[in-house]
């Protein structure tokens, strides 16, 4: 339990990781990834070599500190990480670890004149109170998803039963429990973890789940990225008939219930969680308006399905944009989407409950239009598909 010299000392170092924490929670994570190999499946290293990594570690110390007299201002950043933390199956164990080189990187980073012995138990103490929450909360959400109808603990193996080329980027992966017993049913918006044997190396990816859960299989659909190691060996790889292992269905960012009517925007492979959110929308009288940007054509997924949707249910307008042409497919605009654009295609009424996904600029984008158009703060939704930012 932390005293109050001890929350002073720890509010006293809020300067020094707004000048420094980047560098801190760089120097952290080469540390441990070299020292303690068992941890390594657990971070993606694309995002360690972009350093978004750090960034979003970094700005979580930094929260936490600021907030240490007030834990609960955090708001929804506490179980955005308890939902990552589970996807991957982060346990007990690992804490030990983490806490250990964090203290050590402060110690060398800031140097023994700045981190003192007093500054390091200060920073011990306030660790062992945040792992201990994490500890508690993802463990209710552990023996939560393994007690519910469909769930498990841990890993369970999956087989791929089918697989469908979506675009030129993206391929659709249906997984099916090999063991033939029902699956915990998925919230619209949610992701499930993936782990994976690559060239003798284990991997851990999340990804999101792009159809609503019938019980019996997932869908996620995945993006090639260029030099992408767990997305490239997904799609040239993995072949129907092999099996994997997956995580339960995990994630805060799903679609409330609510009368008001939906829009759902998206950029690129950011329309995957919005079609499990689009099925489920369609099942209720709210008027939808799906909106898509895509950088052409070519690249474009699910339009037939969206389109057949949209002919059967006179409640769903929907409204692409393409970056460029490419003669394959028209679109409702060229170019990139605007603010005047985006107040075409909203409904009159700013009173909406707005979720949008995409690149961290597209984002940022999407957020000042939806303010700048009058919707209201709390009412526009977001998540990210790698670590946390700021969207300024």
Same mark, same amino acid.
């Given at each position: 339990m932390l005293n109050a010299e001890q929350r002073?000392?720890?509010?006293?170092?809020?300067? =020094?990781? #707004? !000048? $420094?924490? +980047?560098?801190?929670?760089?120097?952290?994570?080469?540390?441990? &990834?070299? #020292? *303690?190999? +068992?941890? /390594?499946?657990?971070?993606?290293?694309?995002?360690?070599?972009s350093g978004d990594q750090p960034r979003a570690l970094a700005n979580g110390v930094l929260m936490y500190a600021r907030h240490?007299?007030?834990? +609960?201002?955090?708001g929804g950043l506490v179980g955005q990480i308890i939902n990552k933390h589970v996807a991957l199956q982060i346990l007990p164990e690992h804490?030990?670890?983490?806490?250990?080189?964090?203290? /050590?990187?402060?110690?060398?980073?800031?140097?023994k004149e700045i981190a003192t012995a007093e500054v390091i138990a200060a920073w011990a103490a306030a660790y062992g109170q945040l792992a201990d929450i994490l500890i508690g909360a993802e463990e209710n959400l552990y023996q939560q998803k393994e007690e519910a109808v469909g769930g498990w603990r841990g890993a369970r193996e999956f087989r791929l039963v089918r697989r469908e080329q979506e675009s030129s980027e993206i391929v659709s992966f249906y997984f099916a429990p090999v063991d033939g017993k029902p699956v915990l049913k998925a919230e619209p918006g949610?992701?499930? $973890?993936?782990?994976?044997?690559?060239? $003798?190396? #284990?991997?851990?990816?999340?990804? !999101?789940?792009?159809a609503l859960c019938d019980g019996e299989q997932y869908r996620i659909s995945v993006k090639r990225e260029a030099g992408g190691k767990v997305s490239n060996y997904l799609h040239d790889g993995l072949m129907v008939g092999d099996t994997l292992q997956l995580f339960p269905p995990s994630g805060d960012f799903t679609l409330a219930a609510s009368a008001k009517p939906l829009v759902l925007i998206s950029g690129g492979v950011g329309i995957t969680p919005t079609l499990a959110m689009l099925e489920a929308a369609l099942k209720t009288e709210r008027p939808v308006h799906f909106i898509h940007c895509a950088r052409n054509g070519a690249v474009h997924a699910f339009r037939d399905w969206i389109d057949g949707l949209a002919a059967r249910h006179p409640q769903l307008?929907?409204?692409?944009?393409?970056? +460029?042409?490419?003669?394959?497919?028209?679109?409702?605009?060229?170019? &990139?989407?605007?603010?005047?654009?985006?107040? @075409?295609?909203?409904?009159?009424?700013?009173?909406?409950?707005?979720?949008? &996904?995409?690149?961290?600029?597209?984002?940022?984008?999407?957020?000042?239009? =939806?303010?700048?158009?009058?919707?209201? #703060?709390?009412?526009?939704?977001? @998540? *990210?598909?790698?670590?946390?930012?700021?969207?300024?």
């Open positions: 002073a000392i720890i509010k006293a170092t809020v300067p =020094l990781l #707004e !000048s $420094g924490g +980047e560098a801190l929670t760089t120097h952290f994570y080469k540390m441990m &990834l070299s #020292e *303690f190999p +068992e941890v /390594r499946p657990l971070f993606n290293q694309a995002h360690q070599a240490i007299d007030q834990l +609960e201002q955090l804490y030990p670890i983490v806490g250990s080189c964090l203290l /050590r990187a402060i110690e060398e980073v800031l140097g949610q992701y499930i $973890g993936l782990k994976l044997d690559i060239d $003798g190396q #284990e991997q851990r990816r999340n990804y !999101s789940l792009s307008k929907r409204f692409y944009c393409y970056a +460029e042409e490419d003669g394959s497919q028209a679109a409702d605009a060229v170019g &990139l989407l605007d603010q005047a654009l985006l107040a @075409e295609w909203l409904p009159r009424e700013r009173d909406i409950d707005a979720y949008f &996904l995409g690149p961290k600029g597209f984002m940022a984008a999407i957020k000042r239009q =939806l303010k700048g158009l009058g919707v209201p #703060e709390g009412q526009a939704r977001y @998540e *990210f598909f790698g670590p946390a930012a700021a969207l300024e």
